[in-house]
């Protein structure tokens, strides 16, 4: 079977819960069907520490694909799609109160790196129902960004990021973890097309 791997955040500001790990085990409990081993790793929202645990999914375990979902605190009711990670402007202080040495995730590393899976055609195949998808070419230059970046970098762009807004009544965590599989599903089928 193959491995794909997928990570979401822990308590964030004022975000006690962080719906984007409510989501990730939400997809965990419905799984990606019996071919996809499907791992689940929470993330701090500290740099160094989201860093070391990226490196080591792909050092140690080399799944197909690695897929980071974040909050977007900013989108009421949207689901984003990122389709690259940047490498430098990292100013915003973490949890623990640092930022990344040279404001930066990788030393001489390229200024952005673009995922494998192409985010528009995804976005084109794909809807789900209740919620509006976007596509975007900017992650925040947060924690958010700074792990996409990380990942794409060790994983040479296997990896995936997507965000999602704060819990409500209406975006519950059944109803991410629902509209994760879809997207995930779409995007697994198009590793599987490109590696034939």
């Known amino acids: 079977s193959l491995l794909s791997f997928f990570s979401g955040f822990g308590p964030f500001r004022h975000y006690l819960v962080n719906s984007s790990w409510e989501a990730v085990k939400e997809l965990s409990k419905r799984g990606l069907g019996e071919n996809i081993d499907l791992r689940i790793l929470q993330l701090p929202v500290v740099y160094q520490k989201a860093k070391e645990q990226v490196c080591k999914i792909w050092t140690t375990l080399q799944p197909l694909?690695?897929?980071h979902v974040g909050?977007?605190?900013s989108a009421t009711a949207l689901i984003i799609l990122e389709q690259c990670g940047k490498n430098k402007g990292y100013q915003e202080r973490d949890a623990c109160g640092?930022?990344?040495e040279g404001a930066c995730c990788v030393l001489h590393g390229p200024e952005k790196i673009e995922s494998t899976i192409n985010m528009?055609?995804?976005w084109k195949n794909i809807s789900v129902e209740g919620i509006d998808i976007i596509l975007s070419r900017d992650a925040g230059r947060y924690i958010c960004d700074y792990t996409y970046y990380t990942s794409l970098y060790y994983g040479n762009g296997r990896a995936a990021f997507i965000h999602v807004p704060p819990l409500?009544?209406?975006v519950t965590a059944?109803?991410?973890?629902?509209?994760?599989q879809t997207i995930i599903l779409a995007m697994l089928e198009q590793c599987g097309e490109q590696r034939e």
């Open 120 to 122: 528009k055609t995804l």
């Open 71 to 73: 909050l977007a605190s």
């Open 65 to 67: 694909l690695t897929v």
């Open 174 to 180: 059944e109803f991410l973890g629902k509209a994760l």
């Open 98 to 100: 640092f930022h990344p």
């Open 168 to 170: 409500s009544e209406s």
